[in-house]
């Protein structure tokens, strides 16, 4: 993984080294980032789109004691079992290909991790590192504004420059896992990062120097292929590659 920061060269990575070369990323060195480096990230997150260009989106970047202190306590809460205060609306369990993919994603995590099914101490101890942001030196907590709490707009807008913000981080060197363990226990994010009412706290991405040498960042989680997800309207059949010759519109 290259970029102008990481390695000190004048070349950056090309948009396709980007996507294509990013995965999350769950081990982090123990080596601050620089204030500057963030805000570089969030000035190339910042020219996401969002719906008629309201940009509803805040963040808040946390680290050192604050960021320490809102791991201690989400944890302590979760083990307690207080019930998650998440704020965005719950999708509930998930049913077929959908859990299908999720636990596929798990396998390849613990396989990589070496976490045995029937092992509770190492299982738990991956549970922990969730709840604990995974030790990231950055937690960067995105929030919208109350105001438009209701519509599905707002958490979609939130989604693309969250988008923006995990790539952009690559393309500097930096590795994110976008985690909603880590505002599982809402109140506690909000007092910790100073967030006012007026925000409706959506998820934080962990954000830092990626340890290579950390197992579960190897791990590359498969994605589906356009044949699978992609439907062609008003398209030639040469185009699409079924023949030739017949519009469909």
Not at 33 to 51: C, D, G, K, T, Y
Not at 203 to 222: H, L, Q, R, Y
Request: net charge positive; hydrophobic share 40%.
């Amino acid at each position: 993984m290259a970029s102008a920061s990481a390695s000190g060269s004048n070349s950056s990575p090309s948009y396709d080294d980007v996507v294509l070369g990013r995965r999350s990323i769950r081990g982090f060195l123990r080596k601050p980032v620089p204030r500057e480096v963030v805000q570089e990230v969030l000035s190339l997150a910042l020219r996401a789109p969002s719906s008629l260009n309201t940009q509803p989106w805040n963040f808040y970047v946390v680290s050192g004691a604050p960021l320490d202190a809102i791991r201690a306590e989400n944890t302590r809460r979760n083990l307690a079992g207080v019930p998650p205060s998440r704020e965005p609306r719950s999708h509930g369990e998930y049913t077929g290909v959908h859990r299908d993919r999720q636990v596929e994603i798990a396998k390849q995590l613990f396989a990589a991790m070496d976490i045995p099914r029937n092992d509770k101490a190492k299982r738990t101890d991956w549970v922990l590192r969730g709840f604990r942001q995974f030790d990231a030196p950055v937690s960067i907590v995105v929030t919208y504004d109350r105001t438009i709490l209701g519509g599905d707009i707002g958490p979609f807008d939130c989604g693309a420059v969250v988008n923006a913000l995990v790539n952009a981080a690559w393309s500097r060197g930096l590795g994110c896992v976008i985690n909603s363990q880590g505002i599982m226990q809402t109140p506690v994010v909000r007092e910790f990062a100073k967030i006012p009412q007026d925000q409706v706290v959506m998820i934080c991405v962990a954000m830092g120097w990626p340890d290579e040498t950390f197992p579960a960042n190897a791990v590359v989680s498969k994605r589906k292929g356009v044949d699978q997800c992609v439907t062609f309207i008003g398209f030639d059949d040469d185009e699409a590659g079924k023949g030739a010759g017949k519009s469909k519109l």
